[in-house]
């Protein structure tokens, strides 16, 4: 717990341990301490070659599917490859406790990865749709295609894909034409709205919003602190960087979620 201020854990601990209903909203860095690159780490992140305005788009895997399906499918991999942290677990232990005593915590994540839900947490909301679920790129019909976990090879490839060798998406067996795609929000594409829905109204009905690893930047999602503030809750940040939200929150822990959250609950 070096360079965490412990009058901000203290202060936080306070203010959670009366609350009954608590929302958990988490972003990259949540995932990134795992071993998920984030997308836009110009070093080593999952886009590291191409950038997401030229692959992840309706429009890109329709005129090269098996480019985009062989760079999201790697990417895939590499989130299934690494394992769950300690803050991941402790929200799943807090989750399970708050369930037996008649609370709630409720997890609303904008990663596409299934850390969470590996840790032993359920997830009311994957805002951005997550890697592990599939459906028609035509007829987004839902498909059972199961991703296979990756050989060594496989993860020991680089993510510049003119090395790899590209897969050919799976065929849709609800419809003759159309090819499989993950269930994630690629740009361009709108939020799930039941995703959405969901996620205000975990925020609007907490004691507790508690905002970890996210830059609070990227819209919708960076409006669910604001709506849960706007309802009466308190806003707690774990961030180890000052984000645009950093100033209007009730306590700011300058730490990540894997040293913070084992010492909240």
Known sequence: MRNIPHSAIQEAKAILQDAHRIAVLTGAGMSAESGVPTYRDAQTGLWEKYSPE????????????????????????????VQPHEGHKALGRWQKQLDANGGALEIVTQNIDDLHERAGAEVLAHLHGTTFTFRCFECDAPSDYVLEDATEEQLEARPELDQ???????????????????????????????????????????????????SNIVQPAA??????????AKVIEVNPNVTPLTEDVDVYINGTARNVLPELH
């Open 54 to 81: 030229q692959l992840a788009t309706r429009e890109a895997m329709s005129n090269q599917p098996e480019l985009v399906w062989s760079w999201i499918l790697h990417q895939a991999r590499v989130m299934r490859s």
């Open 164 to 214: 790899m060798v590209l897969e050919e998406p799976p065929a849709c067996h609800s419809c003759s034409h159309g090819f499989i795609r993950p269930d994630i929000v690629m740009f361009g594409e709108l939020l799930p709205q039941q995703a959405m829905d969901d996620a205000l109204e975990a925020v609007r009905t907490a004691d507790v919003a508690l905002v970890v690893g996210t």
């Open 223 to 232: 409006s669910l602190p604001i709506a849960a503030s706007a309802a009466g």
